[in-house]
């Protein structure tokens, strides 16, 4: 399972790269490994405010449809719209092509609520089955 470093996770297992005051989200590869093949991403609308915790995007694959939740507040400042004609990067590349939007973080203290890579990797081996 591939797990960077340089990101932060939530239990809902969504990243967060952030750059500043702005982060990538995306979702994890144990969530698109958990999805199967994705089938479409339904992007947020560019400038719509986000609360940590809250739907940001939906997700439809062969096996589900689920919500992707914002790991932190915000505005939606980008959207990854490569993911409308080719949902299927998600699979393929979840850390880097397939991003689903990018965020203008609005309290960056949210942060604390989140999980390193060592705090993730663990938090899913306590999930296991």
Same mark, same amino acid.
Do not use: F, H, R, Y
């Given at each position: 399972? *591939? @797990?960077p470093d340089d990101l932060l996770y939530t239990k809902e297992h969504e990243w967060i790269k952030i750059e500043g005051n702005k982060g990538a989200v995306g979702i994890t590869d144990y969530a698109q490994s958990h999805l199967g093949d994705v089938t479409y991403v339904e992007l947020p %609308?560019?400038?719509k405010s986000v609360k940590q915790s809250e739907a940001? +995007? +939906?997700i439809d694959s062969v096996k589900a449809a689920s919500d992707i939740y914002a790991p932190m507040s915000g505005t939606v400042s %980008?959207? *990854?719209e490569g993911l409308e004609s +080719? #949902? %299927?990067s998600v699979n393929? $590349? #979840?850390y880097g092509a397939g991003w689903i939007a990018k @965020? $203008?973080?609005k309290d960056a203290e949210e942060k604390k609520n989140l999980m390193d890579s060592k705090a993730y990797k663990q938090y899913l081996e306590? @999930?296991?089955e």
């Open positions: 399972m *591939n @797990i %609308e560019k400038g940001l +995007a +939906a %980008e959207v *990854n +080719a #949902p %299927e393929k $590349d #979840p @965020i $203008d973080i306590s @999930i296991k």
